[in-house]
């Protein structure tokens, strides 16, 4: 049976990008994931080298996925990778982190943007992964804000004029406090998670977006807020 769609989720094996791949694998989509590990659910992988430093990721990474869709073009890239490190200035992993931060994050996002660049349909959606945290200072975990903080700003300048991406293309980026994962609550077992936002609902968001459903305005910042257990979404 003929894929009706084709989306690329990169982060694709981590907690929230397992829930994308599987639904719109449940969707009759065509779906690629790019993780450091393959998904076994996804259509086709593309491993990132960990060890490669970024021109070569981006290389390496473009001519895999060029590869795959043999000319097809892309209605969405989604782009969940990502993690948390914390520490201050004083914090004696504090640039290691911070190094860390950036690769988890910007790398991702920044390759992203590139593939969307390259093989993403006019009128395609991208949707990156910022924080709520990074709208304001983060002192206690000053690399995770920086990185989020550039991402918020690389979605500005994608959705703006002249930013490379196919016509009509929408950019966005979420902006969670805290997700309803495994490793969350492994670590944090007495956390308050009515106020913890669920992945499906994240999924669900994309899956609207790709139905050309409830899209924001390109270069928005949502913010997704989960109060008793529900999720509304607010423009930053």
């Known amino acids: 049976m003929e894929a009706i769609g084709r989306v690329f989720v990169y982060g694709g094996k981590g907690a929230l990008g397992s829930v994308c791949v599987r639904k719109f694998k449940s969707k009759n989509w065509w779906v690629g994931c790019i993780d450091m590990k393959a998904n076994d659910q996804a259509d086709a992988n593309v491993i990132v080298k960990a060890d490669s430093n970024w021109k070569e990721q981006e290389i390496d990474i473009l001519q895999q ?119 969350n609550r492994k670590w944090m077992p007495d956390a308050d998670t009515s106020k913890w936002t669920p992945l499906e609902f994240v999924a669900d968001l994309f899956w609207n977006w790709s139905q050309n459903q409830q899209r924001p305005a390109s270069g928005s910042l949502l913010q997704l807020v989960t109060n008793d257990n529900k999720t509304e979404l607010i423009i930053a």
């Open 65 to 183: 996925v060029t590869n795959i869709l043999k000319g097809d073009k892309l209605d969405g890239i989604i782009c969940v990778a990502g993690g948390w490190s914390g520490g201050n200035a004083a914090h004696k992993d504090f640039v290691k982190n911070s190094e860390l931060m950036w690769k988890q994050s910007v790398w991702s996002s920044v390759i992203a943007a590139s593939i969307a660049a390259h093989h993403l349909k006019e009128g395609g959606f991208l949707s990156l992964t910022g924080a709520k945290a990074a709208l304001g200072e983060t002192p206690g975990m000053i690399g995770y804000g920086m990185a989020k903080a550039a991402v918020h700003q690389l979605t500005k300048s994608l959705a703006a004029k002249d930013s490379g991406l196919p016509k009509d293309s929408l950019v966005t980026s979420i902006l969670p406090v805290t997700l309803d994962t495994p490793m």
